[in-house]
Nanobody, 115 residues
Framework: QVQLVESGGGLVQPGGSLRLSCAAS????????MGWYRQAPGKERELVAT???????NYGDSVKGRFTISRDNARNTVYLQMNSLKSEDTAVYYCRMIGVEFASWGQGTQVTVSS
């Protein structure tokens, strides 16, 4: 079983930055896709960004140009650098990893953008 542990959430003012991290542990052969999703109160979970083993990135329209996803394959870790944060970015952010033999979600980390 693969466990994902997220960190880096918190309270930030509009225009500020945060960096989220998510590390995988357990029996891992390879991780094909790493990504981040978010869910705001009263809304459905939505894609933030994904990155493949080869480095191909995909972003949700609302975060393009502001957020950057990256990964460290040696550490089984994915990062999300969030810049120019807006109040509408407030949500619980979930890490997602998919390998040949597993698909796991993290427990979620709260990001609140408010003055």
């Amino acid at each position: 079983q693969v466990q994902l542990v997220e960190s880096g959430g918190g309270l930030v003012q509009p225009g500020g930055s945060l960096r989220l991290s998510c590390a995988a542990s357990g029996s891992i052969f390879s991780i094909n896709i790493m990504g981040w999703y978010r869910q705001a109160p009263g809304k459905e979970r939505e894609l933030v960004a994904t990155i493949t083993t080869g480095g191909s990135r995909n972003y949700g329209d609302s975060v393009k140009g502001r957020f950057t996803i990256s990964r460290d394959n040696a550490r089984n870790t994915v990062y999300l650098q969030m810049n120019s944060l807006k109040s509408e970015d407030t949500a619980v952010y979930y890490c997602r990893m998919i390998g040949v033999e597993f698909a796991s979600w993290g427990q979620g980390t709260q990001v609140t953008v408010s003055s």
